[in-house]
């Protein structure tokens, strides 16, 4: 398999995290690209242009970052990141959902911030920052209810905040979040999350 990525792509960095939690690297090609640049490799297989991208040895494309580590966990072994069915199963996607949902609004008010002075909306990059705030005042609580000590849910989530520290630095997301500061640092010293900090 070929997976394409950016090294600074939180999207990216959630897949290749969780490949290398279902110890799949010896399959896994790790092709790094430039999506701004509009690489034909990589829109010959994804026709948005976007990373991550993860091309199986058939041809087949399988994207966006959801679906691609999805897919990952059903390969592997060892305890699934996903569980299969019942309350768990949705308190996982949830916690998924909840880090998607800061990596979005990070990303966006990230792009909204680079536009030129004349077009830039601050009300607009407010709004995305209150939902980042909002959320992590909330993050903890999903995290303590998720099953096991590794789910979709953490790798979301962690890897949502490794972009908050790389973009938005100013938010300091950490101060009056103790428990989750003293999480993220845990979960932050693995190795899958060592290895693919932004470069």
């Given amino acids: ?14 897949c290749r995290v969780v490949a290398r939690e279902r110890d799949l690297m010896a399959d896994v090609e790790e092709l790094a690209v430039v999506p701004n640049d509009d690489p034909p490799e990589l829109q ?12 199986l040895d058939d041809g087949a ?20 990141l996903i569980p299969a069915a019942g ?5 996982v996607l949830v916690a998924a959902a909840l880090g998607q949902g800061v990596t979005d609004a990070a990303y966006l008010a990230t ?16 709004r995305y920052r209150a939902a980042m705030l909002r959320s992590v005042d909330h993050m903890m609580d999903h995290l303590n209810g998720l099953p096991g000590e590794l789910t979709m849910g953490h790798i979301a989530c ?10 938005h630095g100013d938010l300091k997301w950490r101060d009056g979040h103790d428990s989750l500061a003293a999480w993220f640092e845990e979960f932050n010293a693995r190795p899958s999350m060592q290895e693919t900090a932004p470069a």
């Fill in 111 to 126: 792009g909204e911030s680079r536009r030129p002075a004349d077009k830039r909306s601050q009300e607009v990059v407010d």
């Fill in 87 to 91: 309350p768990a199963r949705f308190k």
């Fill in 158 to 167: 962690g890897t949502a905040l490794g972009y908050l520290d790389l973009r």
């Fill in 44 to 55: 010959r297989r994804n026709p948005l242009g976007k990373v991550p991208c993860l091309v």
């Fill in 1 to 14: 398999m070929q997976l394409f990525y950016s090294p600074t792509s939180p999207y990216a960095r959630k």
């Fill in 61 to 80: 494309a399988i994207f966006d970052s959801p679906v691609i580590a999805e897919y990952l966990d059903g390969l592997g072994s060892g305890p699934a």
